[in-house]
C-alpha cells in the first residue's frame, strides 16, 4: 500500500490498526504492525490485559517494545457501554492510567484511542468535563 500511495501526491495517507491486547493473539504479526503508522491496540474486552489490571502494564510494555516504528495508542471504550469484557474506566481513573503509561516513558507511546468519539463526548466526570477533555489533558501534561 505504501508504494502505491508514493505514487500520488495529492493527499498524505496513514496505515493503522486496531488490534486486541492480548499477547497471543497471532492474527496481526509483529512484522506487519511495524509497517504502520499508528497502532491502537484494545486494551479492553480482553481480561489479560484490560486498562484497570495487572496485565495492563505488562501488556502496554510488551507492546512499546514490540513496535519499532508506528506510534503506540491505548486504546480505551469511552463509556461503560463500550465494552461486556472489562477494561473501561471512569475518566478520571483511566485520565491516571495515561500518566502512569506516560511515567514509563516509552518513546513511542503517542495517546490514547477511544472507542466511541460519540460517546466520548456524552460520558463525563463529576465536573462535567467529558472523557475526549480529560484524556487530552492527562496526554498533554
Request: proline share 5%; net charge positive; charged share 15%.
Amino acid at each position: 500500500m505504501r508504494a502505491l500511495y508514493k505514487t500520488q501526491n495529492a493527499k498524505s495517507y496513514y496505515l493503522s490498526a486496531a488490534p486486541t491486547c492480548s499477547l497471543t493473539d497471532t492474527s496481526n504479526t509483529h512484522a506487519m504492525l511495524n509497517l504502520l503508522d499508528w497502532v491502537w491496540p484494545q486494551f479492553y474486552g480482553a481480561p489479560s490485559c484490560n486498562i484497570g489490571t495487572p496485565g495492563f502494564t505488562t501488556s502496554f510494555s510488551y507492546w512499546s517494545s514490540r513496535l519499532s516504528g508506528p506510534k503506540l495508542y491505548i486504546g480505551s471504550p469511552a463509556w461503560a457501554g463500550g465494552t461486556s469484557n472489562g477494561g473501561y474506566e471512569e475518566p478520571d481513573v483511566f485520565a491516571k492510567t495515561i500518566k502512569n503509561a506516560k511515567s514509563l516513558t516509552k518513546s513511542n507511546f503517542g495517546g490514547v484511542m477511544l472507542w466511541d468519539g460519540a460517546y466520548g463526548h456524552i460520558t463525563t466526570n463529576a465536573k462535567g468535563k467529558d472523557y475526549i477533555a480529560v484524556s487530552k489533558k492527562a496526554v498533554q501534561s
